[in-house]
């Protein structure tokens, strides 16, 4: 599956952005959906994942109650929406696909999409 992630831009701290994740496929509805964030000279680090269902969501402890994440089957698409920023959210924020269970760990995704720009700055 093809996975496009669009979205980011600059925002000041403690403004919002809202990021999507697009899949070429309605095969998309059988995969678990993370996102990850990597900034230079840091190892990707884990934001967020929704199961199939999207009965299941799990956060980092870094972005619980600010980050959400949507999952709209009928549209390919997961969206995460990013509120009360700060400028340690600046990254590259990516989505992946797996059909693991294990939803932390980048290992465990197959698919990847292109990364999108997340700058927050004043």
């Known amino acids: 599956v093809q996975l496009q992630a669009s979205g980011g831009g600059t925002v000041e701290p403690g403004g919002s952005l809202r990021l999507s994740c697009a899949a070429s496929?309605?095969?998309?509805?059988?995969?678990?959906i993370g996102w990850f964030r990597q900034t230079p000279g840091k190892e990707r680090e884990f934001v967020a994942a929704v199961r199939q269902s999207a009965g299941s969501i799990l956060y980092a402890d870094s972005v619980k109650g600010r980050f959400t994440v949507t999952r709209k089957n009928a549209e390919n698409t997961v969206y995460l929406q990013m509120n009360a920023l700060k400028p340690e959210d600046t990254a590259v924020y990516s989505c992946?696909?797996?059909?693991?269970?294990?939803?932390?760990?980048?290992?465990?995704?197959?698919?990847w999409g292109q990364g999108t720009l997340v700058t927050v700055s004043s």
């Open positions: 496929e309605s095969s998309f509805r059988t995969y678990a």
């Open positions: 992946a696909a797996t059909r693991s269970v294990a939803l932390t760990a980048e290992h465990n995704y197959y698919y």
